[in-house]
Protein backbone atom coordinates (compact mmCIF):
# COMPACT_ATOMS: atom_id res chain seq x y z
CA UNK A 1 0.00 0.00 0.00
CA UNK A 2 1.23 3.53 -0.89
CA UNK A 3 1.78 6.12 1.06
CA UNK A 4 1.66 9.80 -0.25
CA UNK A 5 2.98 12.71 1.58
CA UNK A 6 1.32 15.67 0.18
CA UNK A 7 3.83 19.17 0.92
CA UNK A 8 2.76 22.75 0.63
CA UNK A 9 5.62 25.39 0.65
CA UNK A 10 5.12 28.48 2.42
CA UNK A 11 3.71 31.44 0.08
CA UNK A 12 5.96 33.59 1.00
CA UNK A 13 10.08 34.30 0.43
CA UNK A 14 11.79 33.91 3.63
CA UNK A 15 13.81 37.24 3.29
CA UNK A 16 9.96 38.83 3.03
CA UNK A 17 9.26 36.57 6.14
CA UNK A 18 11.96 37.16 8.59
CA UNK A 19 12.53 40.86 7.00
CA UNK A 20 9.15 42.32 6.31
CA UNK A 21 8.68 45.73 4.74
CA UNK A 22 6.77 48.06 6.60
CA UNK A 23 4.21 48.99 4.28
CA UNK A 24 2.89 45.04 4.66
CA UNK A 25 1.01 43.62 7.05
CA UNK A 26 2.92 41.40 9.65
CA UNK A 27 2.20 39.69 12.55
CA UNK A 28 3.93 39.52 15.65
CA UNK A 29 5.85 36.36 17.67
CA UNK A 30 7.45 35.93 20.95
CA UNK A 31 10.69 36.12 18.37
CA UNK A 32 9.69 39.61 16.76
CA UNK A 33 7.57 40.95 13.67
CA UNK A 34 7.55 38.41 10.81
CA UNK A 35 5.44 38.39 7.30
CA UNK A 36 2.33 37.33 6.98
CA UNK A 37 1.76 33.99 6.04
CA UNK A 38 -1.65 33.18 3.70
CA UNK A 39 -3.69 29.68 4.84
CA UNK A 40 -5.49 29.18 2.07
CA UNK A 41 -7.06 26.06 2.67
CA UNK A 42 -5.27 23.48 -0.21
CA UNK A 43 -8.32 22.31 -2.07
CA UNK A 44 -6.20 20.82 -4.69
CA UNK A 45 -4.72 18.31 -2.65
CA UNK A 46 -8.07 17.76 -0.69
CA UNK A 47 -8.92 16.90 -4.35
CA UNK A 48 -6.36 14.85 -4.89
CA UNK A 49 -6.05 12.99 -1.67
CA UNK A 50 -10.26 12.06 -1.95
CA UNK A 51 -9.76 11.30 -6.01
CA UNK A 52 -7.15 8.45 -4.93
CA UNK A 53 -8.49 7.26 -2.07
CA UNK A 54 -11.60 6.30 -3.83
CA UNK A 55 -9.97 3.96 -6.24
CA UNK A 56 -7.04 2.89 -4.28
CA UNK A 57 -6.06 1.85 -0.68
CA UNK A 58 -3.76 4.94 -0.53
CA UNK A 59 -3.15 6.38 2.66
CA UNK A 60 -2.86 10.19 2.85
CA UNK A 61 -0.98 13.23 4.88
CA UNK A 62 -0.17 16.81 4.60
CA UNK A 63 2.56 19.34 5.92
CA UNK A 64 1.08 22.95 5.02
CA UNK A 65 3.77 24.55 5.96
CA UNK A 66 2.06 28.11 6.01
CA UNK A 67 -0.30 26.63 8.70
CA UNK A 68 3.59 25.52 10.65
CA UNK A 69 4.99 28.95 10.25
CA UNK A 70 1.46 30.68 11.37
CA UNK A 71 1.56 28.25 14.48
CA UNK A 72 5.02 28.58 15.61
CA UNK A 73 5.38 31.31 18.33
CA UNK A 74 9.26 31.49 17.82
CA UNK A 75 11.22 31.40 15.30
CA UNK A 76 14.75 31.39 15.01
CA UNK A 77 16.16 29.32 11.70
CA UNK A 78 18.58 31.06 9.31
CA UNK A 79 16.95 29.64 6.47
CA UNK A 80 13.55 27.84 5.28
CA UNK A 81 16.09 25.20 3.86
CA UNK A 82 16.59 24.57 7.60
CA UNK A 83 13.01 24.33 8.88
CA UNK A 84 12.15 22.54 6.61
CA UNK A 85 14.49 19.98 7.47
CA UNK A 86 13.93 20.12 10.47
CA UNK A 87 10.29 19.62 10.69
CA UNK A 88 10.29 17.20 7.76
CA UNK A 89 13.38 14.68 10.41
CA UNK A 90 11.15 14.78 12.97
CA UNK A 91 10.18 11.31 13.97
CA UNK A 92 6.26 11.74 12.94
CA UNK A 93 7.16 12.17 9.39
CA UNK A 94 10.11 9.79 9.10
CA UNK A 95 8.08 6.86 11.11
CA UNK A 96 5.53 7.20 8.42
CA UNK A 97 7.80 6.78 5.78
CA UNK A 98 5.94 8.14 2.14
CA UNK A 99 6.42 6.09 -0.76
CA UNK A 100 5.41 9.14 -2.60
CA UNK A 101 5.97 12.66 -1.87
CA UNK A 102 3.55 15.05 -3.53
CA UNK A 103 5.12 19.41 -3.69
CA UNK A 104 1.77 21.12 -4.61
CA UNK A 105 2.98 25.13 -5.65
CA UNK A 106 0.44 27.24 -7.21
CA UNK A 107 2.76 30.72 -7.60
CA UNK A 108 5.96 31.56 -7.99
CA UNK A 109 6.59 33.21 -4.78
CA UNK A 110 6.88 29.77 -3.42
CA UNK A 111 9.54 28.33 -5.78
CA UNK A 112 12.49 28.60 -4.12
CA UNK A 113 10.74 26.74 -0.98
CA UNK A 114 9.78 24.21 -3.34
CA UNK A 115 13.29 23.85 -4.50
CA UNK A 116 14.43 23.46 -0.74
CA UNK A 117 11.30 20.61 0.05
CA UNK A 118 12.79 18.79 -2.48
CA UNK A 119 16.27 18.73 -1.43
CA UNK A 120 15.18 18.17 2.10
CA UNK A 121 12.96 15.22 1.59
CA UNK A 122 15.52 13.74 -1.13
CA UNK A 123 17.97 13.36 2.05
CA UNK A 124 15.83 12.45 4.67
CA UNK A 125 13.44 10.02 2.15
CA UNK A 126 16.38 8.80 -0.40
CA UNK A 127 14.26 6.29 -1.79
CA UNK A 128 10.74 7.73 -1.99
CA UNK A 129 9.31 9.06 -5.59
CA UNK A 130 9.24 12.91 -5.15
CA UNK A 131 7.06 14.85 -7.56
CA UNK A 132 5.28 18.60 -7.62
CA UNK A 133 2.36 19.67 -9.28
CA UNK A 134 -0.05 22.85 -9.92
CA UNK A 135 0.85 25.93 -12.05
CA UNK A 136 4.82 26.60 -11.14
CA UNK A 137 5.81 22.79 -12.24
CA UNK A 138 3.39 22.84 -14.95
CA UNK A 139 5.08 26.09 -16.61
CA UNK A 140 8.63 26.43 -15.18
CA UNK A 141 9.65 22.34 -15.67
CA UNK A 142 12.76 23.42 -18.30
CA UNK A 143 13.99 25.99 -15.08
CA UNK A 144 12.89 23.36 -12.22
CA UNK A 145 14.80 20.36 -13.78
CA UNK A 146 17.98 23.18 -14.18
CA UNK A 147 17.94 24.51 -10.43
CA UNK A 148 17.28 20.90 -9.23
CA UNK A 149 17.82 17.29 -9.37
CA UNK A 150 16.08 15.94 -6.59
CA UNK A 151 12.58 15.44 -8.53
CA UNK A 152 11.63 12.03 -10.40
CA UNK A 153 8.85 13.88 -12.46
CA UNK A 154 6.43 16.96 -12.54
CA UNK A 155 2.97 16.78 -13.28
CA UNK A 156 1.24 18.71 -16.72
CA UNK A 157 -1.90 20.23 -15.41
CA UNK A 158 -4.06 18.67 -13.22
CA UNK A 159 -3.40 16.36 -11.37
CA UNK A 160 -5.95 13.53 -10.15
CA UNK A 161 -5.53 10.98 -13.45
CA UNK A 162 -1.85 11.17 -13.08
CA UNK A 163 -1.76 10.69 -9.45
CA UNK A 164 -4.04 7.66 -9.33
CA UNK A 165 -1.90 6.32 -12.58
CA UNK A 166 1.26 6.47 -10.05
CA UNK A 167 -0.31 5.01 -7.37
CA UNK A 168 -1.29 2.05 -9.34
CA UNK A 169 2.17 1.50 -11.35
CA UNK A 170 3.83 -1.30 -10.24
CA UNK A 171 7.29 0.36 -11.46
CA UNK A 172 6.67 3.98 -10.77
CA UNK A 173 9.74 5.41 -12.30
CA UNK A 174 9.30 3.64 -15.13
CA UNK A 175 5.64 4.67 -15.33
CA UNK A 176 6.65 8.17 -15.17
CA UNK A 177 9.26 8.70 -17.76
CA UNK A 178 6.60 6.47 -20.27
CA UNK A 179 3.89 8.88 -19.26
CA UNK A 180 3.16 12.12 -21.17
CA UNK A 181 0.93 13.45 -18.33
CA UNK A 182 4.29 13.54 -16.16
CA UNK A 183 7.23 15.76 -16.96
CA UNK A 184 10.75 14.02 -16.14
CA UNK A 185 14.51 15.17 -17.70
CA UNK A 186 14.67 12.61 -20.26
CA UNK A 187 11.24 12.80 -21.49
CA UNK A 188 12.68 16.58 -22.29
CA UNK A 189 15.75 15.52 -23.34
CA UNK A 190 13.78 13.40 -26.17
CA UNK A 191 11.79 16.22 -27.10
CA UNK A 192 8.40 14.74 -26.07
CA UNK A 193 5.69 16.42 -25.72
CA UNK A 194 2.92 16.76 -22.75
CA UNK A 195 -0.72 16.40 -22.41
CA UNK A 196 -3.84 17.06 -20.06
CA UNK A 197 -6.17 14.46 -18.74
CA UNK A 198 -8.94 16.24 -17.42
CA UNK A 199 -11.66 15.06 -15.44
CA UNK A 200 -14.50 16.46 -17.64
CA UNK A 201 -17.41 15.45 -15.14
CA UNK A 202 -15.83 16.73 -12.07
CA UNK A 203 -18.30 14.86 -10.08
CA UNK A 204 -16.27 11.78 -10.50
CA UNK A 205 -14.26 13.94 -7.45
CA UNK A 206 -15.34 12.76 -4.33
CA UNK A 207 -16.39 14.91 -1.83
CA UNK A 208 -12.93 16.76 -0.87
CA UNK A 209 -10.44 14.84 1.54
CA UNK A 210 -11.01 17.54 4.76
CA UNK A 211 -9.69 14.62 6.98
CA UNK A 212 -6.35 15.35 5.99
CA UNK A 213 -5.79 18.98 7.14
CA UNK A 214 -6.79 20.23 10.94
CA UNK A 215 -9.36 22.58 9.69
CA UNK A 216 -9.34 24.55 12.73
CA UNK A 217 -5.58 25.81 11.84
CA UNK A 218 -7.32 27.60 8.30
CA UNK A 219 -10.34 29.19 9.84
CA UNK A 220 -8.49 32.24 10.39
CA UNK A 221 -7.22 33.17 7.28
CA UNK A 222 -5.36 36.68 7.14
CA UNK A 223 -6.60 37.04 3.09
CA UNK A 224 -10.43 36.47 4.42
CA UNK A 225 -10.55 38.22 7.52
CA UNK A 226 -9.48 41.18 6.05
CA UNK A 227 -12.37 41.71 4.80
CA UNK A 228 -15.26 43.61 7.54
CA UNK A 229 -17.85 41.72 6.24
CA UNK A 230 -16.13 38.53 6.89
CA UNK A 231 -14.39 38.75 9.92
CA UNK A 232 -16.99 38.09 12.16
CA UNK A 233 -17.72 34.73 10.11
CA UNK A 234 -15.02 32.37 11.70
CA UNK A 235 -17.14 29.12 9.97
CA UNK A 236 -15.72 29.98 6.43
CA UNK A 237 -14.48 27.06 4.06
CA UNK A 238 -13.42 27.59 0.43
CA UNK A 239 -14.93 25.58 -2.58
CA UNK A 240 -14.43 24.84 -6.13
CA UNK A 241 -17.72 24.46 -8.52
CA UNK A 242 -15.92 24.06 -11.36
CA UNK A 243 -12.48 24.38 -13.42
CA UNK A 244 -11.61 26.29 -16.34
CA UNK A 245 -11.86 29.76 -18.00
CA UNK A 246 -12.67 30.73 -21.26
CA UNK A 247 -11.22 33.84 -20.98
CA UNK A 248 -7.54 35.08 -22.33
CA UNK A 249 -6.28 37.43 -19.83
CA UNK A 250 -2.40 38.18 -20.21
CA UNK A 251 -1.61 38.26 -16.73
CA UNK A 252 -3.52 34.32 -15.93
CA UNK A 253 -1.55 31.23 -16.76
CA UNK A 254 -4.54 29.22 -15.04
CA UNK A 255 -6.22 28.04 -18.28
CA UNK A 256 -2.36 25.97 -18.70
CA UNK A 257 -3.37 23.91 -15.43
CA UNK A 258 -7.27 23.78 -15.78
CA UNK A 259 -7.65 24.61 -19.80
CA UNK A 260 -10.03 26.94 -21.56
CA UNK A 261 -13.24 24.68 -21.77
CA UNK A 262 -15.69 25.11 -18.58
CA UNK A 263 -16.39 22.34 -16.35
CA UNK A 264 -18.46 22.16 -13.85
CA UNK A 265 -20.20 20.17 -10.81
CA UNK A 266 -23.72 19.63 -10.82
CA UNK A 267 -26.09 21.73 -9.27
CA UNK A 268 -27.52 18.37 -7.16
CA UNK A 269 -23.73 17.96 -6.13
CA UNK A 270 -23.11 21.95 -5.27
CA UNK A 271 -26.05 21.18 -2.89
CA UNK A 272 -25.37 17.93 -1.80
CA UNK A 273 -21.18 19.65 -0.87
CA UNK A 274 -22.92 22.92 0.88
CA UNK A 275 -25.23 21.20 2.99
CA UNK A 276 -22.42 18.50 4.29
CA UNK A 277 -19.95 21.49 4.81
CA UNK A 278 -22.67 23.06 6.91
CA UNK A 279 -24.29 19.98 8.99
CA UNK A 280 -20.70 18.21 9.55
CA UNK A 281 -18.18 21.34 9.76
CA UNK A 282 -20.57 24.29 10.99
CA UNK A 283 -19.76 25.79 7.57
CA UNK A 284 -21.38 29.35 8.01
CA UNK A 285 -19.94 31.33 5.28
CA UNK A 286 -18.98 30.15 1.79
CA UNK A 287 -15.53 31.30 0.10
CA UNK A 288 -15.68 30.59 -3.98
CA UNK A 289 -12.73 30.59 -5.64
CA UNK A 290 -14.05 29.21 -9.09
CA UNK A 291 -11.72 30.81 -11.75
CA UNK A 292 -14.66 32.17 -13.18
CA UNK A 293 -17.47 31.88 -11.21
CA UNK A 294 -19.98 33.53 -13.57
CA UNK A 295 -19.17 32.10 -16.98
CA UNK A 296 -23.04 30.51 -16.54
CA UNK A 297 -24.62 33.03 -14.81
CA UNK A 298 -27.90 30.98 -14.64
CA UNK A 299 -25.90 28.64 -12.72
CA UNK A 300 -24.14 30.64 -10.73
CA UNK A 301 -27.56 31.97 -9.72
CA UNK A 302 -29.24 28.84 -8.96
CA UNK A 303 -26.08 28.47 -6.46
CA UNK A 304 -26.45 31.70 -4.72
CA UNK A 305 -30.31 30.36 -4.22
CA UNK A 306 -28.74 26.95 -2.58
CA UNK A 307 -26.56 28.91 -0.64
CA UNK A 308 -29.62 31.50 0.81
CA UNK A 309 -32.03 28.23 1.18
CA UNK A 310 -29.20 26.64 3.57
CA UNK A 311 -29.18 30.32 5.27
CA UNK A 312 -25.47 30.63 4.68
CA UNK A 313 -23.52 33.25 3.09
CA UNK A 314 -21.38 33.62 0.53
CA UNK A 315 -18.05 35.73 -0.54
CA UNK A 316 -15.97 35.23 -3.42
CA UNK A 317 -12.54 36.33 -4.22
CA UNK A 318 -12.43 39.43 -6.39
CA UNK A 319 -11.02 37.59 -10.24
CA UNK A 320 -14.59 36.91 -10.98
CA UNK A 321 -16.16 40.41 -10.10
CA UNK A 322 -13.50 41.78 -12.52
CA UNK A 323 -14.88 39.79 -15.16
CA UNK A 324 -18.21 41.14 -14.72
CA UNK A 325 -17.01 44.97 -15.12
CA UNK A 326 -14.70 44.23 -17.99
CA UNK A 327 -18.00 42.30 -19.47
CA UNK A 328 -20.09 45.53 -18.65
CA UNK A 329 -17.72 48.06 -19.73
CA UNK A 330 -17.29 46.07 -23.22
CA UNK A 331 -21.21 46.57 -23.61
CA UNK A 332 -21.07 50.43 -23.00
Not at 4 to 32: A, H, T
Request: hydrophobic share 40%; net charge negative; aromatic share 12%.
Amino acid sequence: MDKILFIVPPNIKYEDFVNPPDNVKMVSKKSGNFGTVITDMPLGVLSLSAYVKKFTTTQTRLVDFNIVLNKLENFGFPSFAEFFHDVLSAPKWKGYAPSIICISVLFTPSYQNMLDIAECCRDIFPITVIVAGGGVPTNMYNEIFRDSTCFDALCYGEGEKPLLGLVEADDKLQHLEENPLWITRREIERGQSFKHDFIENLDEIPFYDFDVVEIDEYRLNPTISAYPSIRRKKHNFPVMTSRGCVHRCCFCSSHTVHGRKMRYHSITRVREDFKRLRDQYGVETIIFQDDHFMANKQRAFEIIDIVKELQMTAFSQIHWLCMLLTEKYLRL
